[in-house]
Structure formats: structure tokens, C-alpha cells
């Protein structure tokens, strides 16, 4: 009988078992792993595009299409790690598109990654900590407390406090490069926010910005103050402070808005205040929503006063899809008034 040391199937035999053992190690390896981090990853964003008449208080009337009636077109993709130990790193990348334009970014100064731009890590009893391009907290907290939500082109909420001007609104951009920030965990509904940047690489300077948001059951509050000081050593300095209180409560059918907002611009000697109020209801298989803003600068050479008033109805043809029509009216002292409207449909993937 022949040994079965130079028997090939034998050895085929002993191969195969080894290389079950080894794919069996490597499977709990990979459960034990599983059991410890998880890794998830996903890519979002809206599609707006609408069609109508643009004309903000004191400027020419246009006909044109439009990609940020509602809530401005965006593209993001995101990828997290969950650790064992409840740390969570993660990364962040959005863009801005055009879709009139077939262009990226809100303007042509915009960078690639124009919305948000920043990596985190992430706890759910210490909080979470980002760095990078970063959506500033004042812009969250009114975008959140009006009632046409984060729409630049029609709430007067939003347009007032960062689309009207240096005299009314805040100085600078809403979102801010070479920014950290920390975010405290959900503490009995409260959560704060701290931001500070040192802003674009030709203005550099030194931001902050601080926000405390109370949210529970139908009622919700939030105070946020911003500071942004820029001085390239050759124009002349910004040095600005501005403050912000809002709130909301749903009354059942309804959902109020409330908002107060001020600034104090040190090197334009000038004082603004804004006050904003607004409502959301169910009206027939849509959602009809009402919001003004009343502004008003105060300075030296300065006496400025603009009141803007939107109406929207959007009504939810499925899950994904919104379409919606859009008005407002815009004044400002010593200005021609702007009617604008527009209808159009939004897209959420």
C-alpha cells in the first residue's frame, strides 16, 4: 500500500480543510470586528428648480429660472465609523449646483465644496466636534424659525438678516472656512453650540459665534450671538456683534414663529434691529405658510427701513417630491418696491 504523503488528492483534501479553518477564523475575526465598529455612509441632497419674476426692492425685474426658491439645490455624501467605545469620526462633503446655470456653487466665488466641508467626531455623552467649511449657528437657528424654513431667495426671515446688506444684516458669509466647532449632547432638551473660524484666506480674521437651542415637546426657543472681526491690514476693519432670540409653538394646526435680531457694526457705525413673525397651517392637500420681517438701521449717515412679506403653498405630491408656488413683497426706504413669485417643484434624495 502506498503512503499517502505523495498522494495529490490527499494533499487537495488537507488544502481545502486548511482553507475552510482559515475562512472560519477570518468570519469571527470579521463578527468580533462587526461587534465592535460600524461603518455607514450615504449620499443626500435636493433638487429645486422653479420659474418665475425676481425683483427684490430697488433692483430690475427678472424672468428667469431659479434653484434655490424653496431650499437651495445641493448635492452631499457622507462616511462614519462607529467605534466600540462610542466615539464616532466621520467626514462631510456638499456642494451647491445651479441648475439654471449647469454651474456648481451659489456664485462663481464659491469653492467646489461650497455647502459643507469638515470631519467630526462624535460621542453621545460628550458632544460632537467639527473642523473644516462649516454652516455658521446664527444661519441654522433662522432658517429653523421661520416659517419658509432655508428658503435665501423668499424668506424674509433669511433674506433680512443675511441678503439685505451690511447695514441691516450680519457682515460676511453664513458659512465660514477654517472653523471648529463643538456641540454639547442633548441635556433635558438643551443643547449649545460653540463656533469659532478665522475665516476666508483673503480676509482673515477672527469669528465666533455661540448658540443655546431648548427643544421639547410643541415648544421650542433658541438665543445665538455672532461676532465677526476681519482685518486684512488694508481695507477698513469689520468689527460687528450681532444677537438673535426665537422661538416656536405648535397650536395644534398651526405652527407659529417668532424672531428678534440686532447687530451692532462698530466699524460702520451703525445699529439694525429685525423683527420677523410668521405661521405654517394645513390648507386643503397643501401647506400654506405666511412670514414677514421689519428692519430697520440706524447710524450716523445711515436711516434704512425695509419690510418684506412671502406667502407660500406647497403641496407634497409624494414622499420625495414638493411642488410649490412663492410670493413676496419687498420694500425699502427710498427704494422701488419688488414684487417677486415664481412656482416650481423640489426634489429630496
Known sequence: MTHSKNNPGEHMVTAMQRARHACVAVGLGLTA???????????????????????????????????????????????????????????????????????????????????????????????????????TTMFNLTTRFNALGNSVAFSPAVRHVFTAGNLIGVQGDFYWNQALSYTSPNLEGVTTTLMLARGEQQDPGDLAGLSVLFSRGL???????????????IKDPTKETAWQLSGSYNVGLVQVFAMAFGTHDRGLDVRSHTLSAGASAPLGPGTLSLQMAYSQADGPAVDRRQTTTSAAYVYAWDSLTDLYVVMMDDRASGQTRGVSMASGVRWRF
Open 219 to 233: 415648544l421650542a426657543l433658541s438665543g445665538s450671538v455672532q461676532r465677526v472681526h476681519v482685518d486684512d491690514g
Open 33 to 135: 470586528l462587526g461587534a465592535q465598529a460600524q461603518a455607514d455612509y450615504g449620499y443626500y441632497g435636493v433638487l429645486d428648480l422653479s420659474y418665475g419674476r425676481f425683483e427684490p426692492s430697488g433692483l430690475y425685474r427678472e424672468h428667469r429660472f431659479n434653484s434655490n426658491s424653496m431650499t437651495a439645490t445641493f448635492g452631499g455624501v457622507n462616511f462614519s465609523y462607529g467605534l466600540e467605545n462610542g466615539w464616532t469620526p466621520g467626514v462631510t462633503l456638499e456642494a451647491f449646483y445651479r441648475l439654471q446655470d449647469a454651474q456648481g456653487g451659489r456664485s462663481n466665488r464659491d469653492p467646489l465644496l461650497s455647502r459643507n466641508a469638515f470631519v467630526s467626531l462624535a460621542h453621545r455623552e460628550y458632544g460632537t466636534l467639527r473642523a473644516g467649511r462649516l454652516q
